[in-house]
């Protein structure tokens, strides 16, 4: 459905509409609305605000939510007036910068690292790719961080909060690669994920954000948080709470859009959730790759995407325990579960050749 007539047809068969990632058309999907009685949860203005990442920067300040310092870039710059901004950017933030699309961006894409002047000519490359797509642009500085944590959180339509122990995520190539936790398990200070709660709290109803959510921060070096993003949506990072909390977010998420009461997020001691990316040798489409087998301690979750790329999230493993001591026995079933995967996928694609 493309256009709004199409829509429009569509929506005034519906009560509730949610979505499944935030890179929606909501002009589009206003203007369709149109008289019906269609709700959309979030509402069409949450969503407005979390597709770009400047109206985020500038929320989170008035809110007196800390993030990353950044310097926002003119759209449709020349090359050199790009060069001279990327300059005054090495001026501001010393240290580097990471360079980011304020629309459209994820999984690492639509990021640039700015480490030292040399990448000047090959930044001002990555500035004209945004220009052409028509998307705005930002420095923001290099955050020396210790490590990057994240909350879901759930924000019901009668006003009712909750959410989910604080985890610590660890990434590749800008893709989360795995999640575990409770963070506070871990060495991470309680007083964090009771800030972590409160600005996630805060945010969502600001924002009137509806639904479970995630927010990604950096806890840095000196002991604070800074937000990092801002996901309208089941997430990620939430993914444990299928095998490891008394209510996944999945099913508060549906509760919180309905107006029913949220369920319990109370989680296992320790819990740790590995996602199947696409090998990083893997360089050919393959479709209905071999499965891992999973062991007792090891729940699998495939998504049943029918093709594998280069860190492409196909499904996950979760695991959980009752201590963080014998978290690390499952921590070591769940990543040979991954090991033998991504080894059959590699050999399924010798074979095909």
């Known amino acids: 459905m493309k256009n709004s007539k199409d829509l429009r047809g569509f929506f005034a068969e519906l009560d509730l509409v949610i979505f499944e990632n935030e890179f929606i058309p909501c002009d589009l999907l206003q203007q369709a609305a149109g008289e019906t009685s269609v709700h959309f949860s979030p509402p069409l203005s949450a969503m407005r605000f979390v597709q770009d990442k400047l109206n985020q920067k500038k929320t989170l300040a008035r809110l007196r939510i800390p993030s990353a310092s950044y310097i926002p870039k003119a759209q449709h710059d020349s090359e050199q007036a790009s060069e001279n901004w990327l300059r005054e950017v090495f001026q501001a933030f010393p240290r580097g910068a990471v360079l980011k699309w304020a629309q459209l961006g994820y999984d690492g894409k639509g990021t640039f690292f700015l480490n030292s002047p040399k990448d000047i000519p090959q930044a001002a490359l990555f500035c004209t790719e945004a ?53 506070v ?34 806890e840095t070096r000196d002991g604070n948080l800074l937000v990092n993003e801002i996901a309208p949506r089941v997430h990620n990072t939430g993914h444990f709470t299928l ?32 996602n199947l990316l696409g090998p990083e040798e893997l360089m050919a489409k393959m479709l209905n790759p071999p ?36 978290l690390k026995s499952v921590l070591l079933e769940l990543e040979a579960s991954v090991g033998d995967w991504c080894d059959s996928v590699l050999k399924r694609k010798g074979a095909g050749k």
């Not at 398990?185 to 996630?200: C, D, I, N, Q, Y």
């Not at 859009?257 to 590995?274: H, K, N, Q, W, Y």
């Open 131 to 183: 220009d052409l797509k028509g998307v705005l642009l930002y420095a923001e500085e290099r955050v020396a961080f210790k490590r990057e944590l994240a909350i879901v959180g759930c924000l019901s339509l009668n006003g009712e909060f909750a959410s989910y122990p604080l985890t610590i995520s660890q990434q590749r190539n800008g893709i989360c690669e795995r999640v575990h936790g409770p963070a």
């Open 185 to 218: 398990s871990f060495g991470v200070p309680r007083r964090l994920e009771t800030l972590a709660r409160k600005h996630a709290e805060k945010l969502a109803r600001e924002l009137h954000l509806t639904g479970t959510f995630a927010l990604e921060f950096f």
């Open 243 to 274: 095998d490891a909390s008394d209510t996944d977010q999945f099913e508060n998420h549906l509760r919180a859009v309905l107006g029913l009461p949220l369920g319990s997020t109370r989680s296992e001691p320790a819990f740790a959730m590995l």
């Open 291 to 326: 499965l891992p087998v999973p062991g007792a301690q090891v729940h699998l979750h495939w998504y049943g995407k029918k093709e594998i790329t280069r860190g492409r999230k196909m499904g996950h493993l979760n695991g959980s325990a009752s201590s963080k001591a014998r």
